[in-house]
């Protein structure tokens, strides 16, 4: 019998974050396979990224990269040679810099190379209809004496960080085991601003990730890019977050903008997508490989419902449907 991947149990008093968990336990039973097995693994890194903040967006993503921090071999070695070959000025990989003809060269290479990294590479769509996926004072456990600083930070930003917690933190709890250690990386934004802020932050999600865990992790550590080593080590792996949050927020926007209805088997014909785009996505849409693929969005509605909220899986632009 096949052990279950995915350890966290369904929580309807948790609203929204509820529908997540339903959703990903459907997916693994569907397929065993859909889930990274960290049975064995000491240590997991969680890489974070955001994309939608611009105005006009429709969309806000939120893309979470959780990896086994001892398997990453292969990756280490295909990311050295692209960065030697194709990337040797040390330029950074970002969504918003592919028009960039060195970069556009090291895309498919890149991101060839992020398939070797043994893990699972989630992005959560939000609506921007929906304000907060929380109550008006935020969730209860967010306001305990220790995280009381929050209160003094811009709503918008205190928004960001527990949806990054909670979002970050339920993947980490369905997918970890007792006593394996957390390197949560981050780009360096509004988030973790400073060094007090970065402490806000580990506070924030030690509190909220342990409102789902089911277990004990071991030791928590939160690193953003402005403690990358000089050689892009931290940065590529949030870039895999970053290229992946921009160009799923991308493609929603684009057919919601354009009036498209689709379904949860979403087809995206070449002429529909911006150049920069079909790569990212046709990659995105392999989910053969040792790195694991799933969209989640939470959506306005014109029901009485709340939000709706849905499952995109993506078709390669090159075999269309």
Known sequence: MTVPRWRLAERPELGPINSLIRSLKSIEAENADAFPDFTSSRSLCLASDYSGQHQGSV???YAFLLI?????GPWLEA???IRSVLLSDGRRMSYKNLGDRYRQAALLPFLLGANLLPGIL???AVEKGLRTLFDASGPPEAWDPSLRPLEKMPKFAVERLLRLCHLGGLLVAG???PNQDLLWLSDEDDVVANAERTRLAVKTFGNVSGHYLPHTLGHLRLASTASD????DVEDLVAIADLAA???CSVLNGYRKAGVQVGESLALPPEALPIKDRPLMDWFSDAGQPLKRVVLSFECTKTSKPFLFRRYR???SRHRA
């Open 175 to 177: 997918l970890s085991h």
């Open 79 to 81: 990311r050295q040679a």
């Open 229 to 232: 080593t000089g050689r892009r």
């Open 314 to 316: 993506f078709h390669d």
């Open 68 to 72: 086994d921090r001892n398997a990453m």
């Open 59 to 61: 969309f806000e993503t």
């Open 122 to 124: 989630a992005v959560v």
């Open 246 to 248: 921009g160009s799923v």
